[in-house]
């Protein structure tokens, strides 16, 4: 079965550069969320999309924007990188008009801002 | 505000015995609630949700957790723990389907052998 698909797995940048985070939801699905897992911690909602319209937002940094796409893939942009900002960031997907509700996670993106 | 709490950062056991993770939620409204798995470097894999259809939901991998509306509890056991189980597991609340989940800190369980 398909799954989320994320790209990349892993990306370095240095301080205040910028990083273009890629997410490809499972077919069908209407929903795409974006969580932040720092080093030991438990993920954080970011932001998530219904449809191509933002839905809600959680403790997303201004720094950071999102948005989803006509083909329903979605981009997390990160601008002016800082050091904290280095964590494993996932996207998950759902399809929530009829099921299965249930979010699907995607492999990751470990980001390492030096 | 929803909060989870997952009692114990670390739990070891030893391979055949039972598992038992707790994870408790705070909301005056019991939220559709469920349990993660995630193992190193990989993503989280679903291994049950509670949706009020059944108290007492099955897995994968023979996980099962109850639903305790009283105790406002949602704890995940498993009758014998195998190695492959050894992973950190995360409960997780929202308070309804296509809404944000919010997370317990999760617990590592470690698997003797």
């Known amino acids: 079965a398909a799954g989320v698909i994320q790209s990349p797995r892993h990306l370095i940048k240095e301080k205040r550069e910028t990083a273009t985070l890629k997410c490809y939801p499972i077919?069908?699905?209407?929903?795409v969320y974006w969580y932040q897992q720092g080093p030991g911690q438990d993920p954080q909602f970011l932001i998530s999309?219904?449809?191509?319209?933002?839905?809600d937002k959680g403790s997303i940094p201004d720094r950071f924007s999102a948005q989803q796409f006509s083909d329903y893939h979605s981009e997390l942009n990160m601008s002016s990188l800082e050091l904290g900002d280095s964590a494993l960031y996932f996207c998950a997907s759902s399809l929530t008009t009829s099921g299965p509700y249930e979010q699907y996670f995607g492999p990751g993106t470990r980001l390492t801002v030096t | 505000a929803q909060s989870v709490t997952q009692l114990g950062s670390h739990v070891s056991v030893s391979e055949g015995a039972l598992v038992l993770l707790r994870c408790n939620y705070s909301?005056?409204?019991?939220?559709?609630l469920f349990w993660y798995v995630q193992y190193p470097n990989q993503g989280l894999q679903l291994l049950l949700k509670y949706t009020s259809a059944a108290t007492l939901v099955k897995g994968i991998n023979g996980f099962e957790a109850e639903f305790k509306k009283s105790e406002t509890s949602f704890h995940l056991t498993k009758p014998s723990a195998h190695m492959s189980d050894a992973a950190e597991y995360f409960c997780?609340?929202?308070?309804?389907?296509?809404?944000?989940?919010?997370f317990g800190a999760g617990t590592i369980l470690r698997v003797k052998s």
């Open positions: 077919p069908r699905h209407d929903t």
């Open positions: 909301s005056s409204v019991p939220p559709y």
């Open positions: 999309f219904y449809e191509k319209m933002q839905s």
């Open positions: 997780a609340a929202s308070m309804e389907y296509g809404n944000k989940l919010v």
